[in-house]
């Protein structure tokens, strides 16, 4: 991670103050945040992109103290999530207040709130918040709607960039994210606490402070773009692929140019056909730190195809199942 850059923190700060946009990073992923008072800078962020207007934005605050400034009923279970994993990867669902206005929940009577733990994201909130604590950014993942998220700040360049050529004020450098996928969205804004979209803080670990399950989100669930079916796609199309069928897989599409992701003891047979050979991490934190790089990477070989081993099954891979189902389905 890259020390904290407060003349560059100081910029950014203002750019936000003045109803600009500034792309920074969080532990999960770099964000494209806006002031998430000023309307027109929010509705802003959906232009650069390309999103659809009934899409919520995460809210995010520095604090849980915050919590009663954007939501109108804060259960107690807000609160112990709350105090167990904030500042961390973890956005949670609640009844808005009248600050949390249409542009920034879609619409919808519910707020996604979190407090990052980022260092530099930390530094722009408490910079841009001054005085008042309750201030807070919006921030979605800074890509385009349906790409790939970003976890480095090359990726931000290539794809929004940077006025007057891109399409944000101000990107800032805080180094590759340490999470690389985004947080996991619980929703406690009915009695039954539900899971949105899973992350590296698991379901098992929300259930063990809550002392309750939390079943997945139902399909009439407030919506999150995270769960439409196609997104996070590399614009190459992508197969998943069980370990056992991987070698007859590649001998099938003898004659096609393929990247694949998959462990090394898969990797060993040399058919010129595969243009691009990655490693999968064989821990569930580090595939899911490095995934959307090694999507980007896999991406941009220039192959037809992307293989990827599925990897292994259990509670701790959740999270990278789902991200690689969506990376799927949009190919
Ligand atoms: O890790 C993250 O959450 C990153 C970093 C930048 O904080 N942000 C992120 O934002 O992933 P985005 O916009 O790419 O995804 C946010 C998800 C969307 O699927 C959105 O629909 C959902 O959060 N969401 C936000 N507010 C919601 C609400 N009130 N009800 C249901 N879903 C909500
Ligand atoms: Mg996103």
Redesign the pocket.
């Known amino acids: 991670m890259h020390p904290v850059d407060s003349a560059a923190i100081e910029r950014a700060a203002r750019i936000l103050a003045r109803g600009g946009l500034v792309a920074f990073p ?1 532990e ?4 494209l945040g806006a002031d998430a008072d000023d309307e027109a800078a929010v509705r802003a962020i959906f232009a650069a992109k390309g999103r659809p207007a009934d ?4 809210v ?1 605050v520095l604090e849980a103290a915050a919590l009663d400034a954007w939501a109108r009923e804060v259960p107690e279970s807000a609160r112990r999530l709350a105090a167990t994993f904030w500042p961390g ?1 973890l ?1 949670l ?1 609640l009844k ?1 207040s009248p600050r949390a206005k249409d542009v920034v ?2 619409g ?1 009577d ?3 709130l ?1 407090s ?1 733990a980022h260092p530099w994201a930390r530094a722009l909130l408490a910079a841009f918040a001054g005085a008042d604590r309750t201030k807070a950014i919006v ?4 890509n385009s709607f349906g790409r790939i ?1 970003p976890t480095t700040v090359a990726h931000v360049r290539a794809d929004l960039g940077e006025k007057p050529a891109g399409k944000v004020d101000l990107i800032l450098d805080g180094g590759a994210c340490p999470v690389g996928i ?2 996991t ?1 619980v ?1 406690l804004s009915t009695g039954t606490p539900r899971l ?2 899973p ?1 590296i803080v698991t379901r098992g670990e929300l259930e063990a402070v809550l002392g309750v399950p939390v079943p997945d989100a139902e399909r009439d ?7 439409l079916e196609s997104h996070y796609a590399p614009r190459t199309p992508l197969e998943l692929v069980d370990p056992a069928q991987f070698a007859a897989r590649i001998n099938a599409l003898r004659g096609h140019r393929l990247a694949v992701l998959a462990p090394p003891q898969a990797l060993l047979d040399r058919t010129r056909d595969v243009v691009l050979r990655l490693i999968a991490p064989a821990q569930p934190a580090d595939y899911a730190r490095r995934l959307y790089a090694l999507l980007h990477e896999l991406d941009a070989a220039g192959a037809e195809r992307i293989l990827v081993v599925r990897p292994p099954f259990g509670p701790a891979w959740e999270a990278v199942h789902d991200r690689l189902r969506r990376a799927q389905s949009g190919g």
């Open positions: 969080t999960t992923v770099y964000g899409h919520p934005v995460i995010h990867p956005t669902v808005r929940t879609g919808q519910t707020v996604g979190r990052p921030a979605p993942s800074a998220s985004e947080s969205i929703d949105l979209r992350g669930a407030p919506r999150a773009s995270g769960r």
